[in-house]
Nanobody, 125 residues
């Protein structure tokens, strides 16, 4: 199994940027597809972005496409999410997650067997 720890969240003004990190330990990081999800108060956990084992393919929710970049460094066992042009509606707890395989695609939380504890992102207007 793999353990995941997110960092990099915080309070930022609208239009600002944040870079989230997710440090992995345990089983080989490069064995997992990785994803970022977020959950705002009173809402369900929502897909943000995902990346394949070696970073060859990336996927984004329409809400963040063009403003965010997911990447990974398998040598450092770390996943990243660079978020630019942040909006108040981006406010949420952000989670990284690991999947051994995607049976139906990267967007379903049910595909992911391992989750971090989350990091809060708050965007002020």
């Amino acid at each position: 199994q793999v353990q995941l720890v997110e960092s990099g969240g915080g309070l930022v003004q609208a239009g600002g940027s944040l870079r989230l990190s997710c440090a992995a330990s345990g089983r080989t990081f490069s064995s997992y597809h990785m994803g970022w999800f977020r959950q705002a108060p009173g809402k369900e956990r929502a897909f943000v972005a995902a990346i394949t084992l070696r970073g060859g393919s990336t996927y984004y929710a329409d809400s963040v496409k063009g403003r965010s970049t997911i990447s990974r460094d398998n040598a450092k066992n770390t996943l990243y999410l660079q978020m630019n042009s942040l909006k108040p509606e981006d406010t949420a707890v952000y989670y990284c997650a690991a999947a051994s395989t995607w049976n139906w695609g990267p967007e379903s939380p049910n595909e992911y067997g391992y989750w971090g504890q989350g990091t809060q992102v708050t965007v002020s207007s």
